[in-house]
């Protein structure tokens, strides 16, 4: 494909024991460009017996191939390489990106794919740094070990970004893995196949299966081989995931992330993070602040600001350098959307912009502010996963009672709070039942700061040092001399 002088290879089969195939029956689908509705190309699609195809090359791969009596520090030398090839791909992959899931590519090649290459490169560190023996003096000691076959099920919003928080730590703690991306954006991944063949890792150590949730998601999570999933999605499907057989399993799910902003915060960087918090890559972000919360002597100048900002804001095609504001990834998506923001009108909130479908071709949607919004309605409660600013204010000096509704959520995931005051911003983080707490920022993820939710937002961590701890188990040895 030809886009922007650029010649871009995208592999559309089933990533298999070291080679692209076609699915069984030589099924296949369309994956769409969001930014035309146009089909970009046709995708293998996997049906069951392509699981178990990957899982067995995963498998063996682990137990009888070279990747299983590799020494660690060369697993590491082979992620780094991977790694570097990415970086040496990375505008490709961008691009691939921004066509695939609507993504601006300005964004798409920093967060999306430039947060990838750190994540390998922080995990290829770790392997040759995992302790892996400690000795008692009862003659007891405990070894860590790696799992085996992992199964990684990823959603559509970071598409490359959410392999590589994932694939990069299980890889690191030596396991192979079998990745099922989201159907809608499949192709970041089978490009990252391809890099994996060029890297020189094993055959069966990364195997590539786009296709449904019900049918390989649901295989992936039943299958007996499959020893540990990981699973970033809706609550809906982390739930039913738990009621499948027993395996080491990790959700990162859904969120409702509240945003609390005082007015003794600086308002300048308020406003402005204040939009990156909802508006960051067209809304879909799982630790999007969905409802923020802004002290009553702010709100109306806080609302004024939003709105200038938003109104400045340039909605197009995101491979143009100067877009802000991409389409949204899917037509379902987006049809989700217009009905979030129709309930929101029909409940009772003020819509004071935005709210629809953008007149033209593609999935786009217009950044929309909601305010006047009660703890009762629906949009207070359910995430939108799309670009609604949701705002509600709060009496003046009522940090506990605002607190109390930032809480009154099933969700956990992320949540943040806007202050001049620290002994203010560490009285509220302390508060905030959410796995990660900004304080006078926000989306500032680091590939070395664990992150995870609490409640229904799921448990297990990504990324860090604890992200290994999701991929490793503890054996017990107990020796008489």
């Known amino acids: 494909m030809n886009t922007n002088n650029m010649t871009i290879q995208m592999p559309h089969q089933l990533f298999i024991n070291g080679e692209f195939v076609d699915a069984e029956g030589g099924k296949t689908y369309k994956t769409i460009n969001p930014t035309n509705g146009e089909p970009i190309c046709d995708v293998s699609l996997a049906q069951i017996l392509d699981v178990e195809k990957a899982v067995a090359a995963a498998k063996e791969a682990f137990v009888e191939g070279e990747w299983g009596k590799m020494n660690p520090r060369d697993k590491g030398r082979l992620i780094f390489k991977l790694a570097d090839l990415m970086e040496q791909h990375q505008e490709e992959l961008a691009t691939i990106e921004a066509i695939d899931s609507g993504a601006v590519y300005t964004l798409a090649l920093k967060t999306h794919v430039g947060m990838s290459i750190q994540t390998f490169r922080y995990f290829a560190g770790w392997c040759d740094k995992i302790q892996v023996c400690v000795f008692f003096k009862s003659g007891s000691h405990t070894k860590i070990i790696t799992f085996g076959v992992c199964a990684i099920v990823i959603p559509w919003n970071y598409p490359l970004m959410m392999l590589a928080w994932k694939t990069a730590a299980c890889l690191a703690a030596g396991n192979t893995v079998v990745l099922k991306p989201a159907q809608v954006t499949p192709l970041t991944a089978l490009k990252f196949a391809e890099l994996t063949a060029r890297a020189g890792f094993p055959k069966g150590v990364i195997n590539i299966l786009p296709g449904s949730g019900s049918l390989v998601g649901q295989r992936l999570s ?90 400045k ?134 590939v070395a700061a664990p992150f995870g939710g609490f409640k229904q937002s799921g448990f297990g961590k990504d990324l860090g040092q604890e992200a290994l701890n999701e991929y490793l188990k503890t054996k017990a040895v107990t020796i008489e001399y």
């Open 222 to 311: 039943d299958h007996p081989d499959v020893r540990k999933l990981g699973f970033t999605g809706s609550t809906e499907i982390g739930k039913q995931i738990m009621k499948s057989n027993v395996k080491k399993v990790s959700l990162e799910l859904g969120g409702k992330s509240p945003l609390i902003i005082f007015s003794d915060c600086d308002l300048d960087k308020a406003v402005r993070m204040g939009m990156s918090s909802v508006f960051f890559n067209k809304g879909e972000n799982c630790i999007a602040a969905g409802r923020l919360f802004i002290e009553e002597s702010l709100h109306d100048t806080f609302v004024h600001r939003v709105v200038e900002e938003v109104k």
């Open 313 to 446: 804001m340039k909605i197009g095609d995101p491979l143009d350098r100067s877009t802000d504001h991409g389409p949204q990834n899917h037509k379902a998506h987006l049809d989700k959307l217009v009905e979030y923001c129709e309930k929101g009108v029909k409940e009772g909130a003020k819509l004071v912009c935005g709210g629809k479908q953008v007149s033209r071709p593609g999935f786009f949607f217009e950044p929309t502010v909601f305010t006047g919004v009660q703890d009762h309605m629906f949009i207070a409660i359910e995430e939108s996963f799309g670009p609604v600013m949701i705002i509600s204010k709060f009496k003046d000096g009522d940090v506990d009672g605002v607190l109390q509704r930032a809480n009154a959520t099933e969700y956990g995931l992320a949540s943040g709070v806007f202050t001049r005051d620290i002994s203010k911003a560490l009285y509220v983080s302390e508060r905030l039942q959410a796995g990660t707490v900004f304080v006078n920022t926000y989306n500032k993820t680091d």
